[in-house]
Nanobody, 119 residues
Framework: QVTLRESGGGSVAPGGSLRLSCAVS????????IRWHRQAPRKERDFVAF??????TEYADSVKGRFTASRASRNLWNLQMNDLKYEDTAVYYC??????????????WGLGTQVTVSS
């Protein structure tokens, strides 16, 4: 059974940086994509970034040029966040989506990690 664990959240001043990690366990295929999402207080969960197995990335307009999604190792994924702004404060989640049969399209979510941007 696939499980995800996010880490790296914390508090940072505006303009600072954090690196989030998403550790995937229980997957033997290595064929999946990762999305990052976030949910700010009293708001809906929003898409942040996508990274495919081939390294293709996509970003929400609000984070383009500041956030970078990458694969650190077979089952470890990072989200480097630079020039953080107050509006980046949220719980950040990673999402695993299988790209191999028989589980193609199956989605698994982590429990999230809090990022707070505050002076």
């Amino acid at each position: 059974q696939v499980t995800l664990r996010e880490s790296g959240g914390g508090s940072v001043a505006p303009g600072g940086s954090l690196r989030l990690s998403c550790a995937v366990s229980g997957d033997d295929s290595g064929v999946y994509v990762i999305r990052w999402h976030r949910q700010a207080p009293r708001k809906e969960r929003d898409f942040v970034a996508f990274i495919g197995t081939g390294g293709t990335t996509e970003y929400a307009d609000s984070v383009k040029g500041r956030f970078t999604a990458s694969r650190a190792s077979r089952n470890l994924w990072n989200l480097q966040m630079n020039d953080l702004k107050y509006e980046d404060t949220a719980v950040y989640y990673c999402e695993f989506e299988s790209r191999t049969v028989p589980t193609y399209g199956k989605s698994i979510w982590g429990l999230g990690t809090q990022v707070t941007v505050s002076s």
